[in-house]
């Protein structure tokens, strides 16, 4: 079953086909949060310092964007080989936030009620070749364990048709407030493609990573999650993204990600509330009842509901959904003129898992791309 992406409710019965003929992006942004699992102790660094002439996000420069980026301290590592088949069963999804729809600052906007629970359900293998944007994020979070997250792989719009760019949550990235990067992070587009790894069958490491893998070579979140990330929903949750850039650890030089995998997925920045009526979300859930080698989708036919813990900040998108940890950072993408777009990406919920919140994706998020896109390789 391809992908689909569901319209507004009168037509939910209409199934579109996430079909990838997109090559650039589309700009329009927003952000949100959920926190990352406990680093090793004496693991983390110093926070990362904002000169007061920074604070002012919405103003920030590509000069400003460098200064903090030159600061922030991201190394890339060489991982040929370091994923294998045993080092990828072994991690860990990163897990969903235990977070409620009741917060410090209540804002006006808030929803009283959350959406109704809508059941993940599992994409029939083997994913077709629009599936192939999705895949699982691996990192190192200290030196005994490892996790996994959920990615997509978006537009440049600096590099249309060759992007070598994943969207993500920025707590799959990075530990948040006193925290670092984690480590050795890379990403696997299509992972099980076929089905061969499920319902625990042995399957060689071509059949779960049929792309390969693509290590990360640069990464950025908000600086908001930086300065302030690691507690469980919150007012940074409301800025809980980030982006890797990747390589092909065996073809350097070779392909990009986007013409490896055959598209890419456009953000929708500043997305008009008013116009989304229908969001499907997904991501590969590892914790319990799930094991992480399925991708699932949660499909809401009507208009996400509304989270927002601090009314001066981009106030995030609720739809009911039952994927747990692992699946953090998958995307939510609604149609755009009948294509694709992403929105939004899973960042906190409550335990049980009952639904799903992420962040509204505005300006800030599209400075971020904007930086990243403009690097020199």
């Known amino acids: 079953m391809p992908i689909t992406i569901r319209r507004a409710a009168a037509a939910a019965a209409t199934a579109a086909i996430l079909t990838l003929s997109v090559t650039a992006c589309d700009p ?14 004496g693991s983390a660094k110093p926070g990362l310092d904002l000169s007061a002439a920074l604070k002012n996000l919405k103003n920030w420069s590509k ?11 991201f190394t890339p590592e060489k991982l040929k080989g370091f994923w294998d088949r045993a080092k990828m069963d072994s991690a860990k999804g990163m ?35 629009s599936s192939a944007v ?18 997509t792989v978006i537009s440049d719009p600096a590099h249309p048709g060759k992007s070598n760019l994943v969207w993500t949550a920025a707590h799959c990235l990075h530990e948040g407030k006193n925290g670092t990067w984690f480590k050795k ?20 490491f071509e059949q779960v990573a049929p792309y390969g893998v693509w290590t990360a070579d640069y990464a950025v979140v908000s600086p908001q999650w930086a300065e302030e990330g690691g507690e469980h929903g919150g007012p940074v949750s409301q800025y809980d993204f980030g982006i ?31 116009q989304i009526t229908g969001a499907s979300a997904y991501g590969y859930p590892q914790a319990a009842p799930f094991d992480g080698q ?24 609720v739809i009911g ?24 990406n899973n960042s906190i919920g409550p335990r049980p898992a009952a639904w799903m919140a992420g962040p509204a994706l505005g300006d800030q998020a599209k400075a971020m791309l904007d930086y990243v896109s403009g690097l020199k390789d």
Not at 29 to 41: E, F, K, L, R, V
Not at 185 to 204: D, H, I, L, Q
């Open 28 to 41: 329009e942004g927003g952000g949100q949060d959920a926190a990352p699992p406990a680093s090793a102790a």
């Open 63 to 73: 000069d400003d964007w460098a200064k903090w980026a030159n600061a922030h301290g």
């Open 95 to 129: 897990e969903a936030q235990d977070a409620t729809l009741q917060s410090e600052k209540i804002a006006p906007e808030n929803d009283a009620q959350p959406p109704a629970k809508i059941p993940a359900k599992a994409q029939a293998h083997p994913y077709s070749a």
């Open 134 to 151: 999705l895949g699982k994020i691996f990192m190192k979070v200290d030196d005994q364990s490892s996790a996994v997250c959920s990615g």
């Open 185 to 204: 992070m890379a990403f696997v587009p299509s992972y099980n493609r076929t089905g061969a790894a499920s319902k625990g069958r042995e399957a060689a």
């Open 244 to 274: 890797i850039r990747v390589h092909n650890e065996n073809t350097a030089g070779g392909l990009s990600l986007e013409e490896t995998v055959g598209g890419s997925v456009p953000v929708w920045f500043n997305a008009p509330r008013a």
């Open 294 to 317: 399925e991708l699932e989708h949660c499909d809401s036919q009507v208009r996400p509901g509304r989270l927002s813990f601090d009314a001066e900040r981009p106030t995030m998108y």
């Open 321 to 344: 959904c039952t994927m747990t940890g692992g699946s953090s950072g998958g995307g939510w993408f609604v149609l755009r003129a009948g294509k694709p777009a992403l929105i939004s």
